[in-house]
C-alpha cells in the first residue's frame, strides 16, 4: 500500500505570495489532517477533512484553507504569505470515522518564504 | 496550542542503554499515542494507548498511562543508533470532534555507537 505523498516536498516563495500544498492519502482513508511544523511553536493542528467537509480547525488566520476532493486528496493553501508561515508542513491520513485510530503521516512540505 | 510538555527536552545515552521520556497533558483524552521523527521529517506513528489502558508494549518500546495524573511515559529498552531521533506524545482529545492530534514538544534523543 503506498503511503502519504506530499508535493511539493521544497517551496520557496516571497511575501505577499500564494501557495498550493498537495496530500494524497492512503488508498481508503477518508480523513485527512494538516499540521504545521515550525522551531518555535512545534506541531500546530492546522485543519482535518472528512469526506470533503472541514470536520475541525486550529486555531490559524483565514490566510490558511483547505479542501477535500471526492477521491480523498486534499489541498491546503495559504495566502498573502508572511515570513512566519515558513514550515515543515505535514498531512497525516486516518481509516477511521471518528477517532482512536493512528495517523500516517506524509515527508512533509518544506516552505521557505523570503 | 500545545497540549503536552515533554520531559526531559534532550536525552543523550550509549547504545544498548535504555532511554525514557515523559509526557503530561491537560485535557480528558481518548487515546495517546507517540511518534517519531528522523531529521525534520515525516513522523512515524510508534504506539497508540488507549485512556483505559495502562500499558502496552510492542518491540523495545513500552509505554505506560496514568490518566489520573495525565501523563505517559515512552521506554525504548536496548537503544541503537538506529533510534535516534525526536519523539512526540499526540493526544487525541475527548472533546476535540474528528481526528484531531496534539502534540508536545517532544524530546531529542542521541543514540551514541
Known amino acids: 500500500k503506498a503511503g502519504v505523498t506530499q508535493t511539493p516536498r521544497y517551496l520557496i516563495k516571497t511575501r505577499g505570495q500564494q501557495v498550493t500544498l498537495s496530500c494524497s492519502p492512503i488508498?481508503?482513508?477518508?480523513?485527512v489532517s494538516w499540521y504545521q511544523q515550525t522551531p518555535g511553536q512545534g506541531l500546530q493542528f492546522l485543519f482535518e477533512?472528512?469526506?470533503?467537509?472541514?470536520?475541525n480547525k486550529g486555531n490559524f488566520p483565514g490566510r490558511f484553507s483547505g479542501r477535500q476532493f471526492s477521491n480523498s486528496r486534499s489541498e491546503m493553501n495559504v495566502s498573502t504569505l508572511e515570513l512566519g508561515d515558513s514550515a515543515l508542513y505535514l498531512c497525516?491520513?486516518?481509516?477511521?470515522?471518528?477517532?482512536?485510530?493512528?495517523?500516517?503521516f506524509g515527508q512533509g512540505t518544506r516552505l521557505t518564504v523570503v | 496550542s500545545q497540549q503536552g510538555e515533554e520531559d526531559p527536552q534532550a536525552l543523550s545515552i550509549q547504545e544498548g542503554e535504555n532511554a525514557t521520556m515523559n509526557c503530561s497533558y491537560k485535557?480528558?483524552?481518548?487515546?495517546l499515542q507517540w511518534y517519531r521523527q528522523n531529521s525534520g521529517r515525516g513522523l512515524v506513528h510508534l504506539i497508540l494507548?488507549?485512556?483505559?489502558?495502562r500499558e502496552k508494549h510492542s518491540g523495545r518500546l513500552r509505554v505506560t498511562l496514568d490518566t489520573s495524573k495525565k501523563s505517559s511515559s515512552l521506554l525504548i529498552t536496548a537503544s541503537r543508533a538506529a533510534d535516534t531521533a525526536s519523539y512526540f506524545c499526540?493526544?487525541?482529545?475527548?472533546?476535540?470532534?474528528?481526528?484531531?492530534?496534539?502534540f508536545g514538544g517532544g524530546t531529542r534523543v542521541l543514540v551514541k555507537p
Open positions: 497525516a491520513s486516518s481509516s477511521d470515522t471518528g477517532s482512536g485510530t493512528e495517523a500516517f
Open positions: 488508498s481508503g482513508h477518508r480523513s
Open positions: 477533512y472528512f469526506s470533503e467537509t472541514q470536520r
Open positions: 485535557t480528558s483524552i481518548n487515546n
Open positions: 494507548i488507549r485512556s483505559n489502558e
Open positions: 499526540a493526544t487525541d482529545e475527548r472533546e476535540a470532534a474528528g481526528n484531531k492530534l496534539t
